[in-house]
Antibody
Framework: QVQLQESGPGLVKPSQTLSLTCTVS??????????WSWIRQHPGKGLEWIGY???????YYNPSLKSRVTISVDTSKNQFYLKLKYATAADTAVYYC??????????????????WGQGTMVTVSS | DTQMIQSPSSLSASVGDRVTITCRAS??????LNWYQQKPGKAPKLLIY???SLQRGVPSRFSGSGSGTDFTLIISSLQLEDFATYYC?????????FGQGTKLEIK
């Protein structure tokens, strides 16, 4: 059973880069046809899709964050990453990594976020 | 971006009640509509995909319907473990967008 686990600093200073890692266990990040995703949730608020990456390296970002976001993957480590530049207090949120099963690439044909990490709280503050 | 609007934003109900939550998209999303359940301090869990398909392991008291712009999540007989926040999400066009959530509370 595939599991996802986020890791990274819980506190980031304003204007610095927020960096998180998602480790995939129980399966290969290169197989299954998944897009590996980052989603965040501001305190007490709804969910915001940040972007995702395919194992080939193709990336898709939310236009609202595109200028500051980089998602990358290291298939040898079975990990993918989020970097968000120029962090501000507005980036304070719980960050989730999740797998997105697309009908164009994934056998299960879900077009949905089917497996989620437990989430990690990141606070941007001096 | 396709905006997803859920109603109601909050709802009080009792165990055994039938509950309906609606989600409206600002433009057609065909049947690319998913529903998630989130409990406090936990990650969202996929319940329904493709507007009406039940994810593996999800109890059959959950059902979904709709297409185009209007969708419904129904819980046929509420159980204690169903009190949570529910989100719809569209996968028709980028960026992927979620509704604001419906908080289901015990009456």
């Amino acid at each position: 059973q595939v599991q996802l686990q986020e890791s990274g600093p819980g506190l980031v200073k304003p204007s610095q880069t927020l960096s998180l890692t998602c480790t995939v266990s129980g399966g290969s990040i290169s197989s299954g046809g998944y897009f590996w995703s980052w989603i965040r949730q501001h305190p007490g608020k709804g969910l915001e899709w940040i972007g995702y990456i395919y194992s080939s390296g193709s990336t898709y970002y939310n236009p609202s964050l595109k200028s500051r976001v980089t998602i990358s993957v290291d298939t040898s480590k079975n990990q993918f990453y989020l970097k968000l530049k120029y962090a501000t207090a507005a980036d304070t949120a719980v960050y989730y990594c999740a797998s997105y099963c697309s009908s164009t690439t994934c056998y299960a044909n879900l077009d949905a976020f089917d497996i989620w990490g437990q989430g990690t709280m990141v606070t941007v503050s001096s | 971006d396709t905006q997803m609007i859920q109603s109601p934003s909050s709802l009080s109900a009792s165990v055994g009640d039938r509950v309906t939550i609606t989600c409206r998209a600002s433009e057609s999303v065909n049947s690319y509509l998913n529903w998630y359940q989130q409990k406090p301090g936990k990650a969202p869990k996929l319940l329904i995909y493709g507007a009406s398909s039940l994810q593996r392991g999800v109890p059959s008291r959950f059902s979904g319907s709709g297409s185009g712009t209007d969708f419904t999540l129904i819980i046929s007989s509420l159980q204690l473990e169903d009190f949570a926040t529910y989100y719809c999400q569209q996968s028709y066009s980028p960026p992927r967008t979620f509704g604001q959530g419906t908080k289901l509370e015990i009456k």
